[in-house]
């Protein structure tokens, strides 16, 4: 029995030795406890891969491998403050997921990017996802600038510490340096500090201003003049204006002060205006060359309503002749200008028009004393009215032949009658118009000009119910016209052109105006679509002006 006891006492206790196959020292926490011979066994069952000498209780955390728990205590790589980070990859915090680190922020070394940090760093502002380095590369590429629009170009007015650019809005991607300007929207879209009314040059600067001018070609030079300067073309000469939105246009309009330096000058010699239509150049206005020796600079003025709503919107100054002289053109405040929006389509901008629903009235809105409703009447905007209690009888009301002057032009029936106070004729009584022009003749005073080889036609007008028509205008003759020169009226007989009225030049230059009139009984022109028109011939620099001109029935 005492035997049997002792060898119970003394019999080896159970093996708790467990696997140590990478020979780190730390047994397979995964192995059973063992005890055979010749195997490497370590009392302690602590590691966590038992493959790997690298990974056990005490080991560095290492970032690479990824994902591996290098010191066995259940946290892996950054999840683990003890990590040895120093071959992880450097971050920034990037709060607003630009992709950029703040640059107020030191970088840290992490094993794996997550999240909410960047790679890279050099962020200004990193509340904003469109501010970092790079965001406005039209700009400056290399800088820190903020481009909430996108266009490429930086903000001017950003938050203290990033870099401020020259986009004059960052909230509209249409508004930026270089942008196509649109034309009087209270817009500055090209950021020149300006939202101009059209393009404007008064050629003072003495050398182009880029805001207007694409190109020049030929002889161009600036001149001094008064305070300024003023533009210079010789022969063959052609400017071109920069390319602008016209689109939001509902009239253009232009104006310019022109003239001629030689005296006399040549007449074929003329400075031609002409505008872009997509297709090709459209002559607009041609000015004759004048040849003012003292000094009287005009100015010439029209519409472009053909012109308006054009995307791509450009103009051209061209002299049209090549003369080998020493002549040139002599040019002073350009402008073309654009009305903006006109709900009531009466040529006037909303800013300017006193009922922008009613295209009667701009100006005249509580002054205008309309009996008839018609728009017309004292202190109205479209004029006085002849028969103030008749709504249908006012200035361009329809005129039948029946004994009244519906249409106020001082004739019953149909009549052709300009004045030209537009500043240029009347496209309603003008069917064609040859090298004319309207220059100013007086401040507000435009006249009808004719040279060598004018003509000016009227529309076809009904003289079916007259008895007799009657003609009148007022002539002046500019520049001593020669005695073989001349000025005929004529009306279309079906075959030819039958002459009415031949105005000879006398050689004396005329200062006062001279009253031309007459009446026609020649059946001949008491017909339905009879046509009248007026020639010029001239063998000179001369130039015949005609104002007030009325064909209609005699009275």
């Known amino acids: 029995m005492l035997a049997l006891f002792l060898a119970a006492c003394t019999a080896p206790p159970p093996c708790a030795r467990h696997l140590d196959r990478d020979g780190d020292g730390f047994g397979?926490?995964?192995?059973?406890?063992?005890?055979?011979?010749?195997?490497?066994t370590v009392a302690n069952a602590d590691d966590c891969d038992d493959t790997d000498p690298a990974v056990h209780p005490g080991a560095k955390e290492r970032c690479a491998p990824a994902g591996v728990d290098d010191d066995c205590d259940g946290r892996i790589d950054d999840?683990?403050?003890?990590?040895?980070?120093s071959g992880g990859i450097v971050v920034w915090p990037d709060a607003d997921g630009d992709g950029f680190g703040d640059l107020d922020v030191p970088g840290e070394r992490v094993c794996v990017v997550s999240d909410g940090v960047a790679t890279v760093a050099g962020d200004c502002d990193d509340t904003a996802a469109t501010t970092f380095p790079g965001a406005a590369p039209l700009d400056d590429p290399d800088a820190c600038l903020a481009d909430a629009d996108g266009d490429g170009w930086g903000d001017p007015h950003p938050p203290a510490g990033v870099t401020w650019g020259r986009d004059c809005d960052d909230a509209d991607?249409?508004?930026?340096?270089?942008?196509r300007e649109a034309l009087a929207d209270d817009v500055d879209q090209d950021c020149d500090g300006a939202d101009r009314l059209g393009l404007f040059d008064d050629f003072d600067a003495g050398q182009p201003d880029s805001g207007v001018w694409a190109s020049m070609v030929g002889d161009v030079r600036y001149l001094p003049h008064g305070d300024g300067s003023w533009l210079s073309l010789g022969d063959a000469c052609t400017l071109t204006t920069r390319t602008v939105d016209a689109s939001t246009c509902s009239h253009l309009s232009w104006s310019l002060q022109a003239r001629r330096s030689a005296y006399p000058p040549d007449p074929t010699e003329d400075l031609v205006l002409q505008y872009d239509d997509g297709t090709g150049w459209v002559p607009f206005a041609r000015l004759l060359a004048?040849?003012?020796?003292?000094?009287?600079?005009?100015?010439?003025s029209g519409m472009l309503d053909d012109a308006a709503a054009l995307p791509s919107f450009r103009v051209q100054l061209a002299v049209s002749s090549i003369d080998g002289g020493d002549s040139e053109w002599l040019l002073d405040d350009l402008a073309i200008a654009c009305s903006g929006p006109d709900d009531d389509g009466d040529g006037v901008p909303a800013e300017r028009d006193c009922d922008d629903a009613a295209p009667d009235h701009w100006d005249d809105c509580g002054v205008c004393d309309d009996l008839d409703g018609d728009g017309f009447g004292p202190g109205c905007d479209l004029g006085d009215d002849c028969e103030p209690a008749a709504a249908d009888a006012h200035p361009?009301?329809?005129?039948?032949?029946?004994g009244?002057?519906?249409d106020c032009d001082g004739f019953d029936g149909d009549a052709r009658v300009d004045g030209f106070d537009r500043g240029y004729p009347d496209p309603t009584q003008w069917a064609t118009l040859s090298n004319t022009e309207t220059p100013e003749h007086a401040p507000g005073d435009f006249v009808l000009s004719l040279d060598s080889l004018d003509r000016a036609e009227l529309a076809p007008m009904d003289a079916s119910g007259c008895a007799a028509v009657s003609w009148s205008y007022r002539g002046l003759g500019r520049a001593g016209p020669d005695q073989t020169d001349r000025l005929t009226l004529s009306?279309?007989?079906g075959t030819g052109w039958?002459?009415?009225?031949?105005?000879?030049?006398?050689?004396?230059?005329?200062?006062?105006w001279i009253p031309r009139s007459g009446t026609v009984t020649d059946a001949r022109a008491l017909r339905d679509g009879v046509r009248w028109r007026l020639d010029a011939f001239a063998t000179g620099p001369h130039v015949f002006k005609v104002d007030d001109l009325a064909i209609g029935c005699a009275p």
């Not at 999840?79 to 980070?85: K, S, W």
């Not at 361009?396 to 029946?402: H, I, K, L, V």
């Not at 039958?498 to 006062?512: I, R, T």
Request: proline share 11%.
């Open 28 to 40: 397979d926490a995964a192995s059973p406890a063992i005890c055979a011979p010749g195997v490497v």
């Open 79 to 85: 999840a683990d403050t003890d990590a040895d980070r």
């Open 173 to 179: 991607p249409g508004v930026h340096p270089g942008a």
């Open 290 to 300: 004048n040849g003012n020796a003292d000094g009287i600079t005009p100015t010439w």
């Open 396 to 402: 361009g009301a329809p005129d039948a032949f029946d």
């Open 404 to 406: 009244r002057d519906t």
């Open 491 to 493: 009306f279309a007989d």
């Open 498 to 512: 039958v002459p009415v009225d031949v105005w000879h030049g006398n050689g004396v230059d005329e200062v006062d």
